[in-house]
């Protein structure tokens, strides 16, 4: 069974980092792409990062993030991770990651589509306050 486990919101200032993990199990094989997804209070959700997994390279990130934000994985690919610096109020939602698996194409511009996603973890709280 494919799971996705996110951790490591929390509360933190303006200005402040914090790191987001993501555990993964139950993959057959290493072809699979983790993505990061955020939902804030009234907004839909929103892709925030992708993709890192064994034998992918390319990272994409929102417009919004860019430069602040780093996504990176072990060397195991089992943990996807989400640093997160500089944050700011408008970075406070609830932080998912899912999975795509098995990669049959190369994600590109398409890695922002929550259709694209096979499998989903539970979300974990990131707040900022001003």
Not at 19 to 47: H, N
Request: aromatic share 14%; glycine share 12%; net charge negative.
């Amino acid at each position: 069974e494919v799971q996705l486990q996110a951790s490591g919101g929390g509360f933190v200032q303006a200005g402040g980092s914090l790191r987001l993990s993501c555990v993964v199990s139950g993959f057959t094989y290493d072809d699979y792409a983790i993505g990061w997804f955020r939902q804030a209070p009234g907004k839909e959700r929103e892709g925030v990062s992708c993709c890192y997994s064994v034998g992918h390279a390319n990272t994409y990130y929102a417009d919004s993030v860019k430069g602040r934000f780093s996504i990176s994985s072990d060397n195991s690919g089992e943990m996807t991770f989400l640093q997160m610096n500089s944050l700011k109020p408008e970075d406070t939602a609830v932080y998912y990651c899912a999975a795509i698996y098995p990669v049959v194409a190369p994600i590109g511009d398409r890695w922002w589509r929550e259709s694209e996603y096979d499998y989903w973890g539970q979300g974990t709280l990131v707040t900022v306050s001003s």
